[in-house]
């Protein structure tokens, strides 16, 4: 079965508001699908991590450089053509988006794996260790208002994500150290017994992070999600043998040997891989088996549209328990509640995760269709359609 062509579709639309994280606030959300067609008429569906201008580079990637060097060769060797891109391409970058545009290649080369022998990419893997996967819910960004004003709503917004039915909620922190503190707080006594986590995308020093992570050790959260710059191997190092909390991260680490410095350095209690930019689900399935090499265990960072939460579905239950055991440690699946029509209303089967969630006391069901177990809704994607 032949590749015949490998065309991406960069969707774009207006949001309902502005959010913000700790590095830039933002008012249109994108989405980067990428298709793969075969001579035996099979279609594979894959995601590319990326927003914006980002994502119109990397479609740049996938059409002129990755389609050129993978057209004509086997569907089904989607392992030699993850080797054959890579390696034309480690003189052009080891990292970033030419390996953001290879993922989402890769991951329609598995959907295609999939749907060319009728069984789920999960099965294909291996199998399912659960059919259904507990979910968190994230929200309380960051928004032009005075701190008073995010105390307040990040409480209400708390309260809400776990009324909802998610077993755990994420906020993000970024106004400063001591502010964010109350944020925090205000949190912590809004989610009752349920879970929290923080996420700073990468905002603080080491001293500072230091700060807010002893608060969180105080008020029991549950992980502090990338408190340094990615490549500040020693903070996270400090921070995680010198906090109780959690320390998360790696969303923005790449292939099997970016992971192999950040697992080596110790500096992680819980992975965040991210199937979409790391290399694939040819990749992340090394990473994973690093990262269990290292007994770390991983939750999968998940954004973007509903072909990226397909995927990562078919990941979750293909994670084995590490260590295993009566109950076992479990992994979950990340979910923004903002608001989001390129995953919700893309398919042509909506996954209704939310639905889900507060049906199934907050957990949601792994596709069985073959592939990756959805299809996109073609009208859907030309009305969002930008390049
Ligand atoms: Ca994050």
């Not at 970033?96 to 080369?109: E, F, H, N, R, Y």
């Not at 309380?140 to 917004?157: I, Y």
């Not at 907050?362 to 073959?370: E, L, M, Q, S």
Request: glycine content about 12%.
């Amino acid at each position: 079965m032949k590749i015949t062509g490998i065309m991406s579709h960069v969707l774009d639309c207006a949001m309902p508001e502005e959010l913000g994280y700790s590095q830039q606030y933002y008012a249109r959300r994108t989405a980067h699908l990428v298709e793969v067609t075969t001579d035996e008429g099979l279609t594979g569906w894959g995601e590319c991590f990326g927003p914006g201008s980002v994502a119109l580079a990397n479609k740049g990637i996938v059409e002129r450089v990755i389609a050129p060097m993978a057209v004509g060769m086997d569907a089904l060797d989607r392992d030699v053509v993850w080797h054959r891109v890579y390696n034309l391409l480690r003189d052009h970058g080891q990292k970033g988006m030419p390996i953001q545009a290879l993922s989402g290649v890769d991951i329609a080369l598995w959907d295609i794996a999939g749907k060319a022998v009728g069984l789920p990419v999960h099965k294909l893997i291996g199998g399912a260790h659960r059919m259904d996967v507990a979910a968190y819910g994230y929200g309380m960004m960051l928004k032009r208002e005075s701190v008073e004003d995010h105390v307040a709503r990040f409480a209400d917004e708390a309260a809400a994500i776990i009324g909802m039915g998610f077993g755990a909620a994420k906020m993000k922190t970024g106004l400063g150290p001591r502010e964010d503190v109350r944020l925090c707080e205000a949190v912590a006594k809004a989610v009752g017994e349920a879970r929290f986590m923080v996420d700073a995308n990468h905002c603080y020093t080491t001293s500072d992070a230091f700060y807010v992570g002893q608060a969180l050790d105080e008020l029991g959260a549950y992980w502090f999600e990338e408190p340094v710059a990615p490549e500040d191997l020693e903070g996270y190092r400090e921070l995680r043998a010198g906090l109780k909390v959690n320390i998360s991260g790696g969303e923005v680490e790449f292939t099997r040997w970016g992971w192999r410095r950040l697992l080596e350095n110790r500096g992680l209690d819980i992975a965040q891989p991210e199937v979409c930019a790391l290399g694939g689900i040819s990749e992340y399935l090394r990473v994973l088996a690093l990262a269990h090499a290292h007994f770390t265990p991983v939750v999968n960072h998940v954004w973007g549209s509903a072909v990226s939460v397909a995927t990562n579905l078919q990941l979750l239950a293909a994670m084995p328990p590490i260590p295993g055991g009566l109950h076992p440690w479990e992994p979950m699946l990340e979910f923004d509640t903002t608001e989001n029509r390129f995953r919700d209303l893309l398919l042509l089967e909506p996954l209704d995760i939310q639905g889900q969630v507060a049906r199934n006391g907050g957990r949601v069901a792994i596709p069985t269709g073959p592939g990756l177990g959805v299809e996109p809704d073609r009208d859907f994607i030309r009305q969002y359609e930008i390049a």
